[in-house]
T-cell receptor, first 109, second 113 residues
Framework: EDKVVQSPLSLVVHEGDTVTLNCSYE??????LLWYKQEKKAPTFLFML????IEKKSGRLSSILDKKELFSILNITATQTGDSAIYLC?????????FGTGTSLTVIP | EADIYQTPRYLVIGTGKKITLECSQT?????MYWYQQDPGMELHLIHY???????EKGDLSSESTVSRIRTEHFPLTLESARPSHTSQYLC????????????FGPGTRLTVL
């Protein structure tokens, strides 16, 4: 059974749209949840969340964690074509990281 | 500058060859990981290490081995490469004690003919 589930699997939007990406998880020894952006190369780090209800923000991207309902969302406002990528969610349980399959975001001009 | 390196970046080899993928990090991180990722698919953990002389198998058995003789170095070896090993291999590291993210290397794209 998958420990980390992301939705939607794929998303196509126009520039300027706002998108919300979802990540739900089921682990017993939660330490942190991380969001990554992956283009053609290796994933690059976006956010790490450890506490519920505290929004992390970086430019047009923001993310929040709900440890009671076991999910996180990643918001991107005013999307640009450069936001096109796969967005990965990972959950740290104990000393291991479990990744979701990712959400493929395509932003068209 | 602290970073994580992988070599080679691309490798095309024939079936049956023994290969070693190199990974080094200069951040003094205790934990290091090897992931396998096929195009459009999720990352699968194949090996990880808590520190020197520590190696553990991950979820995906890839018929590979690793070693951790030095903190900064975590090579992955395939004794006999097969076409099913064709994939991208990503190395990552993080600090065992601190709450911080994994840092990823640039990856090695392996093709076995």
């Amino acid at each position: 059974e998958d420990k980390v589930v992301q939705s939607p699997l794929s998303l196509v939007v126009h520039e300027g749209d706002t998108v919300t990406l979802n990540c739900s998880y089921e682990v017993t020894n939660f330490r942190s949840l991380l969001w990554y952006k992956q283009e053609k190369k290796a994933p690059t780090f976006l956010f790490m969340l450890t506490s519920s209800g505290i929004e992390k923000k970086s430019g047009r991207l923001s993310s929040i964690l709900d440890k009671k309902e076991l999910f996180s969302i990643l918001n991107i406002t005013a999307t640009q074509t450069g936001d096109s990528a796969i967005y990965l969610c990972a959950v740290e349980e104990g000393n291991q990281f479990y990744f979701g399959t990712g959400t493929s975001l395509t932003v068209i001009p | 500058e602290a970073d994580i390196y992988q070599t080679p970046r691309y490798l095309v080899i024939g079936t049956g060859k023994k290969i070693t993928l190199e990974c080094s990090q200069t951040m003094g991180h205790d934990k290091m990981y090897w992931y396998q990722q096929d195009p459009g698919m999720e990352l699968h953990l194949i090996h990880y290490s808590y520190g020197v002389n520590s190696t553990e198998k991950g979820d995906l058995s890839s018929e590979s081995t690793v070693s951790r003789i030095r903190t900064e170095h975590f090579p992955l070896t395939l004794e006999s490469a097969r076409p099913s090993h064709t994939s991208q291999y990503l190395c990552a590291s993080n600090d065992l004690q601190a709450f911080n993210e994994q840092f990823f290397g640039p990856g090695t794209r392996l093709t076995v003919l």
